[in-house]
Each structure stands twice: as structure tokens, then as C-alpha cells.
DNA sequence: TCTTGAACCTGTAGTCACTACAGGGATTAA
DNA sequence: TTAATCCCTGTAGTGACTACAGGTTCAAGA
């Protein structure tokens, strides 16, 4: 009749991150170590859960798990401001811009090339010419 | 006055390829190892090159080392036909596109939560408030 | 010929963010 | 009590490099 304890899986299983990766974000100092039970397993609170999934968040966004490290010190850091987590973002949001650039010019290389061949079963393809040129 | 000898350096200079990548791939069968000097040191000809090129323009457009594998074997194999080679092209640009339509994902968020704050002084900051929730 | 310094060598370990075991112990429902 | 399910630690693997440490070879100038 005791309230459920919170284990690992069930942690799991309410933010949607993996157990093996909530015991590595542990590891790495980046969520606390909860206590324990009797026989060792580990017990967590709501905080624990707001926190995690923080860092779930974070990471959908594509924050780096040290951009997710500062943020979550921010976060608790009275004597943070606006300021930096503006920047943070900003800062991030090129990166990500960045990489579409990247990856648009990918794909128009890539459907270029598609394009050029036919996909028969001819053994001489312009896409392989094409890059072996 | 005997011809320059095509060391890795040299190999690196024109393919802008770095020295330890282009060991790393001999390393992982990428490549072949080449012949060397009586002293031991690498001596490419111009099929290296060629090859080492290769490797350099499928990079770019994002293939995975595996990928490039197949490519390059799909290349020497006369049996090969065209089809597969285009297969692995859309196979890839599917990816890429899929990788352009996550990151388009983050940027409209972190867009969103960059112009949710001012970016001052103060130290309530809506955008960790936004993360937190 | 000797010397200097640049270029090369091998092997190993580090990066990032997980993921996948192996080999055990804890907990819970029947 | 027993079986099933969960959980534990520690280690090693992934991809595609990159960065050493500690040595050897080579080419050019004195």
C-alpha cells in the first residue's frame, strides 16, 4: 500500500530516455545521484524527473550535452542572466542553420547525381563517373 | 632529379585530405597500403590519388565510410549494375532529407524561444522557463 | 661528409553521446 | 517458494576521425 517508489524504468519509461542513458547523464555528473533502496537501486523524485526531462528538451533541440551542463547551471545560478541563455540559444541556432546550409547543398548534389542515372542494369553509371572524375 | 616521390605529405597537399585520416583509412582497408621507401615511409602513385578522391567527393556529399566501401567496390566490380549504385544514392538522399526536416524542426523552436527573450539583465529568462515547464 | 630540421613512422588513447553486453543481485506477483 | 522481471556495476563498442609520444628517415645546406 506504500506510494510507488519511482525506479529507474519507471523514470524511464515517463520521460522516454533510455535507463542505460540515465545512468550515463549520471556518470557524468549530469543529473544528480538519487539515494538508494535497502538493496541498492535507485529511488527518484519529481525533481529528478523536471530535471531530466530539461535535458531531454535540450537535446531535442540539439543542444550539446555541455551546452545542456551550462543551461542546467543557469538555471540554478540566481546571479545568471537573460544575457547568456539568450546567447546560448542564438549561438546554437547558427550552428543548426549552419548545418541545414550543409546538408541543402548535400542534397542538391546528391539529386543531381541521382537524376543523372538511370538505375538500369547497365554496368557503365554516370554516378560513379561522376565522382571518380 | 629523379621524380618527386609521392609521399603521404604530398598525398594530403593535393587531396586535402589530412595525413592521419589518410592512414586511418589504409588502417581500416579503405584504402590499400601502398608500397614503401627502404626506409619505410608511403609511396602513392596516381591511382592512389584518384581513389583518395574519391573517397574525399563521397564524404562530402555525406556517405558513411560503409557507404563509401560499397561504392568503391561497385566501382572495381565489372558485374556491378547501375541500379545499385543509384539505390544507395537515394537511399542517402532520403537521409539527408530527413536530416534537413530535423534540423528545420530545431530551428523554427530555437527561433521561437530566442524571440521569446530580450536577452538583458533580468534573471527571469523565458526561455529556460519555456524548457523547464 | 656531416648536420639539422622537416617530414615520416607506429601505437595508443581521446572525442561525443550513447548502446550493448556479461554476470550478477533485488523485487514482486503467483 | 519460485519464477519472472527488474535492477546493479563495469567494460567495451560505435563512427570518423584527431592528438599525442617517442622514435626513424630524408633532403638540403655548410
Known amino acids: 500500500m ?6 529507474i524504468g519507471a523514470l524511464a519509461k515517463t520521460t522516454g530516455i533510455k535507463i542505460e542513458t540515465i545512468r550515463y547523464y549520471e556518470r ?10 535497502e538493496g541498492g537501486q535507485r529511488i527518484y523524485e519529481e525533481d529528478d ?6 535535458v531531454k528538451r535540450c537535446r531535442e533541440l540539439g543542444f550539446s550535452l555541455d551546452d545542456v551542463r551550462t543551461l542546467l547551471d543557469l538555471r540554478q545560478n540566481d546571479n545568471r542572466t537573460c544575457r547568456e541563455v539568450k546567447e546560448k540559444t542564438t549561438t ?5 542553420r549552419t548545418k541545414i546550409a550543409d546538408l541543402k547543398r548535400m542534397e542538391r548534389a546528391l539529386n543531381t547525381l541521382a ?10 553509371c554516370p554516378i560513379l563517373e561522376q565522382l571518380f572524375a
Open 2 to 7: 506504500a506510494a510507488q517508489r519511482t525506479t
Open 28 to 37: 557524468i555528473g549530469l543529473i544528480p545521484s538519487p539515494p538508494r533502496s
Open 49 to 54: 524527473r523536471k530535471r531530466l526531462s530539461f
Open 92 to 96: 546554437h541556432l547558427r550552428t543548426v
Open 115 to 124: 537524376q543523372s542515372c538511370e538505375g538500369g542494369d547497365d554496368t557503365h
